[in-house]
C-alpha cells in the first residue's frame, strides 16, 4: 500500500525559504489516477490545502499562498516537493503530504503522510 | 472559498453513546463532503467520502448524511478507539479545497 514521508528542517528563520520533500513508496508517483497534495495545519488556521501537483508537472495551489510557493515532482526519484518563500511565524506549522484522486467526484486526500513540524523563528 | 463550520466544536461523551457532528457549508457542496478523524500527533485519517460512503476498513458504526449545504457525521456506540477530533472537508470548489474547523470528541 501506499505511503508517504515527509522531509526537510524542522526549524527556518523568518524570510527565508521552507522546502519540504514527500517520497512515495509502494506506488508509482506517475500513477495517473492521482494528484499530490500539500496540506499544513496549525493551531491557529486548523487545516488548509496548500496546493496539489500531477506527474506531469500541473500544479494547483491554494490562492492565499499561490504568490509564494512552488510544488514539483521527481518521477525519476517518486517524490514530490513543496517551496515557500518569505516565510513569517504565520507558517509555523505540521505540514502533511497526501494522495488525492484525479477526478472531480469522489475526491478525498487518503492517505496521508505522519506529517512534519515546521518552526518558523530565529 | 467555501466556508466551512463545525458544531459542536467539542464533546464529551460516554462509551457505548451515540454522537452526531454537524458540518455546514456556506454554499452547496451537493455530496461533495468528506470526513476525516485525526488523533493526536497523527495524521487525519480519511473516514467517509462523497457524503456517505464508508472508506474501506471503517467500522460501520461510522455513517454520514446530507447533501447541500448541512451534513452529519454519527457514531453509533461510541468506542474509546473514537475518542479524537473530527474534520470535515469539501471537495466542490477544488481551488481551495476547504476543511471545517473540527469536534473534538473526548470522554466524559
Known amino acids: 500500500q501506499v505511503q508517504l514521508l515527509e522531509s526537510g528542517p524542522g526549524l527556518v528563520k523568518p524570510s527565508e525559504t521552507l522546502s519540504l520533500t514527500c517520497t512515495v513508496s509502494g506506488g508509482s508517483i506517475i500513477d495517473s489516477s492521482y494528484f499530490w497534495a500539500w496540506i499544513r495545519q496549525s493551531p491557529g488556521e486548523g487545516l488548509e490545502w496548500i496546493g496539489s501537483v500531477y506527474h506531469s508537472g500541473t500544479v494547483y495551489y491554494n490562492p492565499s499562498l499561490k504568490s509564494r510557493i512552488t510544488m514539483s515532482v521527481d518521477t525519476s526519484k517518486n517524490y514530490f516537493s513543496l517551496t515557500l518563500t518569505s516565510v513569517t511565524a504565520a507558517d509555523t506549522a505540521v505540514y502533511y503530504c497526501a494522495r488525492r484522486r484525479a477526478v472531480v467526484f469522489p475526491n478525498w486526500f487518503d492517505p496521508w503522510g505522519q506529517g512534519t513540524l515546521v518552526t518558523v523563528s530565529s | 472559498d467555501i466556508q466551512m463550520t463545525q458544531s459542536p466544536s467539542s464533546l464529551s461523551a460516554s462509551v457505548g453513546d451515540r454522537v452526531t457532528l454537524t458540518c455546514r457549508a456556506s454554499?452547496?457542496?451537493?455530496?461533495?463532503l468528506n470526513w476525516y478523524q485525526q488523533k493526536p500527533g497523527k495524521a487525519p485519517k480519511l473516514l467517509i467520502y462523497g457524503a456517505s460512503v464508508l472508506q474501506s476498513g471503517v467500522p460501520s458504526r461510522f455513517s454520514g448524511s446530507g447533501s447541500g449545504t448541512d451534513f452529519t457525521l454519527t457514531i453509533s456506540n461510541l468506542q474509546r478507539d473514537d475518542f479524537a477530533t473530527y474534520y470535515c472537508q469539501q471537495s466542490f470548489n477544488t481551488i481551495p479545497f476547504t476543511f471545517g474547523p473540527g469536534t473534538k470528541v473526548d470522554i466524559k
Open positions: 454554499q452547496s457542496i451537493s455530496n461533495h
